[in-house]
């Protein structure tokens, strides 16, 4: 049938259409053979493309486990460590940052190092200061104020971070808490201190006390033998309070020296404030003084703590005593409770006494708690030592706030949960029968 129907076609017309299917045969074949061809070049890519998946797979769970053993390697280190890139954004922030400057680092990722702390004089961020010069610093001691408004004393290190090219691509520092290293020098200093105090408290008990006792007991002997009228009577009441004056100074001397042993027990701290408080207003009235109001605020939650509420009660008597008397025209004595967050998310119980009396001068407001310092013509220096002795023994801490002419407010942070210290100081401190003194 082919035949007969290309047999019809003129002969020139046939030979022109075998020719182009021989032509198109040809053209198949080399398109198979093309197709064929690129099956296999296809299979080569993809086997090329399989075993580079499986290097990036490899290269990638390498690089994963690089990642987490360095995230690990800087959340181990004690030392703070903060990143940042040309443009002062925060890239890198490690746990021990978080811990000393207290501040989340999924917070302040990405955000300008400038939001984060300055110097405690004002100065530019160390980081900035590296890449504006393009230098390292090695070991610079400073002060700085967070965005929350901690101070710390820290010791930094930063170094310029670079490229395979040597091009400086950001800014690292590494720096470490000074803070409760220099609190540990000034106890040490303090330890010292206390042990010459307490070896001169040992011979002053002796050596004074007992002669101060005989003077005292002889000269009410003598008060005896003359009359109301008699003016040697005063003379020699005069004695006697000279005498008890001095004994009372020997004895806080020695309340001061002697350790700081502790009687831990749950107690109410508006319990103990209430019994102060009861104290202030029986010797306001035993005085005379009706012009200085009370005003208690207590915040209302649990305020039990494990304390020696004995000791408690004698270091807010005294900072109450002190309140009423820095009043001489009246005024608002101010008792307050209330729950704060700590350093490393820890639980406080902070009490505040409050005065509106004359106020402290700036330059004397930091030297109130050490040994022998006074304002006042008839004070010893004593009575504040002794309260920030108990309030240390308590893992506490103190400090005061006031403003001349307008008042005073002494906080007083305790932990809520805390391993009291014990002082190590008895050895050097003679046993005496237990002393139980008033002081202002």
């Known amino acids: 049938m082919k035949n007969i129907a290309m047999n019809k076609f003129p002969k020139k017309f046939r030979n022109e259409l075998a020719t182009a299917f021989e032509q198109f045969n040809l053209y198949t074949l080399r398109l198979e053979e093309a197709y064929n061809q690129l099956q296999t070049k296809v299979k080569e890519i993809d086997k090329e493309m399989e075993e580079k998946n499986t290097r990036l797979k490899d290269n990638v769970h390498e690089l994963g486990s690089l ?91 930063v170094s310029l971070i670079k490229d395979s090219q040597d091009n400086t691509i950001g800014a690292v520092e590494v720096f470490k808490d000074l803070s409760k290293i220099r609190d540990l020098e000034t106890r040490l200093r303090k330890a010292d201190k206390l042990a010459a105090i307490g070896a001169m408290a040992a011979s002053v008990a002796h050596e004074i006390r007992n002669p101060l006792n005989g003077i005292e007991g002889f000269s009410a002997l003598l008060a005896r033998d003359f009359d109301d009228a008699d003016p040697r009577k005063k003379l020699v009441k005069n004695i006697i309070q000279g005498t008890k004056n001095l004994n009372k100074t020997v004895t806080e001397l020695l309340v001061f020296a002697r350790p700081v042993k502790l009687h831990l027990r749950n107690s109410s701290i508006s319990e103990i404030l209430d019994k102060t408080l009861f104290f202030i207003k029986e010797d306001m009235k035993r005085n005379g003084v009706d012009n200085i109001y009370i005003h208690k605020e207590y915040n209302g939650e649990d305020d039990c703590l494990k304390c020696d509420s004995e000791k408690l009660q004698q270091a807010f008597l005294n900072l109450c005593l002190n309140a009423i008397q820095s009043m001489t025209c009246g005024g608002h004595l101010t008792v307050f409770t209330r729950a704060i967050e700590g350093e490393n998310d820890t639980e406080v119980f902070q009490i505040g006494i409050k005065d509106t009396g004359v106020g402290i001068k700036k330059e004397v407001v930091r030297k109130i708690f050490d040994l022998f310092f006074t304002t006042k013509q008839d004070g010893t220096g004593i009575g504040l030592a002794i309260v920030n002795k108990i309030i240390e023994a308590h893992n506490g801490k103190i400090f005061v706030e006031s403003e001349e002419g307008k008042g005073t407010t002494f906080y007083i942070n305790l932990p809520r949960n805390s391993q009291h210290y014990v002082d190590s100081y008895s050895t050097i401190v003679p046993e005496e029968e237990t002393l139980v003194t008033q002081y202002a």
């Open 67 to 157: 990642t987490k053993y360095l995230n690990s390697l800087l959340g181990s280190i004690h030392s703070g460590v903060i990143a940042i890139n040309l443009k002062g954004e925060i890239s890198t922030f490690n746990k021990a940052a978080e811990e000393i400057l207290n501040i989340s680092g999924s917070s302040v990722i990405g955000k300008k190092i400038e939001c984060l702390y300055e110097k405690a004089d004002g100065g530019a961020s160390l980081l900035i200061e590296a890449l504006k010069k393009g230098k390292n610093f090695i070991s610079v001691e400073r002060e700085i104020k967070t965005s929350h408004g901690l101070t710390r004393l820290v010791e930094s290190s």
